[in-house]
T-cell receptor, first 116, second 111 residues
């Protein structure tokens, strides 16, 4: 049973560029959440997708956008990259909270983004 | 505004003894709490959770205690093993299952 997978593992970009990160959820899961983890901090919630719609959003600017596909996989896009966007980006999958009331989320290994 | 706080950045424990990791929260709307363990170069791994209608939940060597009046929870690991050495994150969730994490506590179990 494959867990949550993310690609790429590492990425180096220049300020002002755009980046797309990808996530495939754990088998059977239909909800994908994205988190940003800066060095020495806990993960911070960016947004959550369910049924191909953004359902919740954290305190992140519009430069951060996402998409969920019919197969439940998801993308995170960041435009106009800033140095402060350098972080570990984590994807987590879960069963639809509205259907199941389940709070457990299962994380992928993350994508390390470095902005120079 | 840190809604979930882990005030101990690190903890060192002898193998076989008890490890106690603490977490405080401020938002009374949180009704579900989770603990995650993270090794370097890996994503957080779900360990154990507790609903606000309970005050204790056990799973093998791991027990989570919740004190709602104090807005405090703790994770007990008994007995501690060297493989438990990792960063432990406390997380809280309310309506919509968005997780709010603490900054983490580094646990070192010495053999």
């Amino acid at each position: 049973d494959a867990g949550v997978t993310q690609s790429p593992t590492h990425l180096i970009k220049t300020r002002g560029q755009q980046v797309t990160l990808r996530c495939s959820p754990k088998s059977g899961h239909d909800t994908v959440s994205w988190y940003q983890q800066a060095l020495g901090q806990g993960p911070q919630f960016i947004f959550q997708y369910y049924e191909e719609e953004e359902r919740q959003r954290g305190n992140f600017p519009d430069r951060f956008s996402g998409h969920q596909f019919p197969n439940y996989s998801s993308e995170l896009n960041v435009n106009a990259l800033l140095l402060g966007d350098s972080a570990l980006y984590l994807c987590a999958s879960s069963l639809g909270w509205m259907r199941t009331g389940s709070h457990e989320q299962y994380f992928g290994p993350g994508t390390r983004l470095t902005v120079t | 505004d840190q809604q979930v706080k882990q005030n101990s950045p690190s903890l060192s424990v002898q193998e076989g003894r008890i490890s106690i990791l603490n977490c405080d929260y401020t938002n009374s709307m949180f009704d579900y709490f989770l603990w995650y363990k993270k090794y370097p170069a890996e994503g957080p791994t779900f360990l154990i959770s507790i609903s606000s209608i309970k005050d204790k939940n056990e799973d093998g060597r791991f027990t989570v205690f919740l004190n709602k009046s104090a807005k405090h929870l703790s994770l007990h690991i008994v007995p501690s093993q060297p493989g438990d050495s990792a960063v432990y994150f406390c997380a809280a969730s309310g309506s919509g299952n968005k997780l709010v994490f603490g900054a983490g506590t580094i646990l070192r179990v010495k053999s």
